[in-house]
């Protein structure tokens, strides 16, 4: 076995050493072990992907006459035919959108990275739900921003904190993940919406509306985007996704931006990699033209319906007493909280040596993690293995707590 001798240190940027070193983040490099149900990972069901259709799509896009076109470097705003079919898209969600106020990133991910980018400067104060989306927390600490956590309960962010912590920490934004929330699986109620949107407008505060999972709605009725509310709709960048409904490897997400944002933004993009896949937007763009989207999300809700209720059923027996779990209408996680003294992380371990596994909910915290929580993600796995992985879970619970 040859040993690489460590090289010189090298000289990395102060705002990467915090955000690096994590003691959970190891422990979920465990949780990809071969033989794991991992209920760990925001993973959409491979199965569900429409590899017909995409191969198909592909397949056209690098035809002779297309491929020219599809293998050329391209514009930095992104292919303007996926802007046109996102744009109608969303016009159909109730976000009316020109596709010129959109801008195709590399997952909305790097939307979240261009906007710190243009926006946080170090020292500059972000307000973030309480838990929060630990990546976008990431791309933020990058930026030398400095997370503000709001208190959330079951209906989401409290608009009235956010108001108080306006005027404690004058923050440059807002990040807000308001239906089906990562971790939580929660949904901002309506009111909630509405008075935040007027906090918006009274505070002039600008907000990031990031929205993978809406479509992922198995109940209720569907959720008002910010974007559209008077007060919010001119301060809101709202993000989305093609990962959650299409397939995560293509990498496609967008932002919608107020007109004035359009330009620094699409600067901060060329300077990051010029523009995202040619070949990747135009097959996109060429599989939306061609797929039953409503057809195709009608399938998902219906599988992931039904995994969802699975997992639900089974909580009650798996958790241990006392233990809280919500029931989102949506999405991909479960959010639970296990009783006093109980600590999810020193738990994990346990579970990891039963072959199953979780994220435990303290690294979504901004400041101080709730050492109880944790994240179940029912997406990935059919009933029949949800049902073995709570098995393992049972087992994992009941060593830990003797
Ligand atoms: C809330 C939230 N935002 C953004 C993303 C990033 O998704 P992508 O870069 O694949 O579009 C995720 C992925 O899990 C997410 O949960």
Not at 6 to 18: I, K, Q, T
Not at 193 to 199: D, P, T
Not at 217 to 232: F, H, K, Q, V
Request: with cysteine; charged share 25%; hydrophobic share 40%.
């Amino acid at each position: 076995m040859s040993v690489t001798p460590p090289g010189p240190e090298a000289p990395v940027a102060a705002r990467l050493r915090g955000v690096a070193s994590s003691p959970v983040r190891d422990l979920l490099a465990l949780t990809e072990k071969p033989g794991i149900l991992s209920f760990a990972g925001g993973l959409p069901a491979p199965e569900l992907f429409d590899h017909v259709g995409l191969s198909a799509a592909f397949q056209s896009v690098l035809e002779k006459g297309s491929a020219g076109r599809s293998l050329q470097y391209s514009t930095t705003e992104g292919d303007p035919e996926l802007r046109r079919r996102v744009a109608d898209r969303l016009g159909v969600r109730g976000l009316p959108t020109d596709p010129d106020d959109l801008l195709i990133t590399s997952g909305s991910q790097q939307a979240l990275t261009l906007i710190a980018t243009v926006f946080l400067e170090p020292g500059d104060r972000i307000l973030v739900e309480d838990p929060s989306y630990l990546a976008a927390l990431q791309a933020f600490q990058m930026s030398g921003a400095v997370p503000i956590p709001v208190p959330c309960d079951e209906d989401g962010i409290d608009p009235a904190a956010v108001e108080r912590l306006v005027a404690e920490h004058r923050p440059k934004l807002l990040y807000v993940v308001p239906t089906f929330h990562n971790p939580t699986g929660r949904t901002l109620s309506e009111a909630r919406r509405v008075e935040l949107a007027a906090v918006m407008e009274r505070t002039n505060l600008w907000a990031i509306e990031d929205d993978p999972y809406g479509e992922l709605r198995y109940a209720g009725e569907p959720s008002t985007p910010l974007a559209t509310i008077p007060g919010a709709a001119e301060r809101t960048l709202a993000l989305s996704t093609l990962s959650k409904v299409a397939a995560p490897g293509l990498r496609i997400g967008w932002v919608r931006c107020p007109p004035g944002l359009r330009r620094p933004l699409t600067i901060a993009k060329q300077a990051a990699d010029l523009h995202s896949s040619t070949i990747d937007q135009a097959a996109t763009a060429r599989w939306l033209a061609h797929v039953d989207l409503d057809a195709h999300l009608d399938r998902l809700r219906t599988v992931y319906g039904a995994r969802r209720d699975t997992m639900l059923e089974l909580l009650p027996g798996t958790l241990p007493e006392g233990s809280e779990f919500n029931r989102p209408d949506g999405g991909m996680f479960v959010w639970v909280r296990l009783p006093e003294g109980l600590d999810a992380t020193a738990i994990l371990p346990f579970a990891i040596e039963r072959h199953v596994a979780y994220v435990p909910g303290a690294p979504f915290y901004a400041t101080t993690p709730d050492p109880r929580t944790l994240r179940l993600s029912f997406t990935t796995h059919d009933p029949a293995e949800i049902r073995t992985g709570m098995e393992r879970l049972r087992e994992a619970f009941r060593h830990a707590t003797g």
